[in-house]
């Protein structure tokens, strides 16, 4: 169907602000879903309001490989491999 968009899953790193921010909510305003990566998750709040079971805040160190395994993998549980 020519027009049709499929509703896509993005794993953004720095959604509390910059560049980072503003495409996230680009994305979930037009329907997709974001697992959005933070070193503190209390700054994600609103947007886990506002958007539900379409935006899930992980914590991400880039530095801790540990880090980075495991909102990966978190990402993947919660969100499907799409």
């Given at each position: 169907?020519?027009?049709?968009?499929?509703?896509?899953?993005?794993l953004?790193?720095?959604?509390?602000?910059?560049?980072?921010?503003?495409?996230?909510q680009?994305?979930?305003a037009?329907?997709?879903?974001?697992?959005?990566?933070?070193?503190k998750k209390?700054?994600?709040l609103d947007?886990?309001?506002?958007?539900?079971?379409?935006?899930?805040?992980?914590?991400l160190?880039?530095?801790?490989?540990?880090?980075?395994?495991?909102?990966?993998?978190?990402?993947f549980e919660?969100?499907?491999?799409?």
């Amino acid at each position: 169907m020519k027009g049709f968009m499929t509703m896509k899953t993005w794993l953004i790193t720095g959604v509390s602000s910059g560049l980072g921010q503003e495409m996230t909510q680009q994305l979930l305003a037009r329907g997709d879903r974001v697992v959005g990566t933070v070193r503190k998750k209390d700054m994600l709040l609103d947007l886990e309001q506002r958007y539900g079971a379409n935006f899930h805040a992980a914590l991400l160190d880039l530095d801790d490989v540990t880090s980075i395994q495991t909102a990966v993998g978190k990402a993947f549980e919660q969100m499907g491999a799409d």
